[in-house]
């Protein structure tokens, strides 16, 4: 069954510093998406960037960037420059084939950024 | 308008209430999805719609009800909930099957704040 882990409950990152947040991933398929997502204090879910299966170079998408490495099955998001509306849960994601209807979650990883 | 929107954004039921959620999302997608997320728990997957047929129910209780019209429109009838019913309700939609791929990420909405007394 697919499952994503998120080891990570609780970060803290000095404004201006770079973070890494992990993410690792189980699939038994060759084609896959991974996402992240951002979920401030208000609720709503913000997609921040998208990894797939066959994708040669690591995502980027401003101050974010994936790491990714296939054979470890890990998806980690890096974000430079942090500020303090950073601080929020932060979500890995992932679509295969065999949910290919849906996107499942890990438990997410809680970004506090410290002035 | 734009995006996913969902109402009411607040509720305060009891448990005898019957009340629904609504989902509304403008982006042209054909899959819908209920999440539901919990203090100090991982998102749930509830219910998914593809093509405006139902593709997953994960064990979710009867007292949950969804419906969806059509591709646009995606409801959550509520009935008899108990107290550990409250959470954040999460609506999302997504391209998915004929016209979607791997990369098509969900669009969420801003979440109904569910509160059951």
């Known amino acids: ?115 | 308008e734009t995006g996913v929107t969902q109402t009411p954004r607040h509720l305060v039921m009891g448990m005898t209430n019957k009340k629904s959620l609504k989902c509304e999302q403008h982006l042209g997608h054909n899959a819908m999805y209920w999440y539901k997320q919990s203090a100090k728990k991982p998102l749930e997957l509830m219910f998914v719609y593809s093509l405006e047929e139902r593709v997953e129910n994960n064990s979710v209780p009867s007292r949950f009800s969804p419906e969806c019209p059509n591709s646009s429109h995606l409801f959550l009838h509520l009935h008899t909930l108990q107290p550990e019913d409250s959470a954040l309700y999460l609506c999302a939609s997504s391209q998915s099957g004929v016209g979607g791929g791997m990369n098509t990420e969900a669009f969420f909405g801003q979440g109904t704040r569910l509160t059951v007394v």
């Open chain 1, 1 to 115: 069954a697919q499952k994503i882990t998120q080891t990570q409950p609780g970060m803290f990152v000095q404004e201006k510093e770079a973070v890494t947040l992990d993410c690792t991933y189980d699939t038994s398929d060759q084609s896959y998406g991974l996402f992240w997502y951002k979920q401030p204090s208000s609720g709503e879910m913000i997609f921040l960037i998208y990894q797939g299966s066959y994708d040669e170079q690591n995502a980027t998408e401003g101050r974010y960037s994936l790491n990714f490495q296939k054979a470890r099955k890990s998806a980690n998001l890096v974000i430079s420059a942090s500020q303090l509306g950073d601080s929020a849960m932060y979500f890995c994601a992932m679509r295969d084939w065999t949910s290919y209807d849906k996107v499942i979650f890990g438990p997410g990883t809680s970004l506090s950024v410290i002035p």
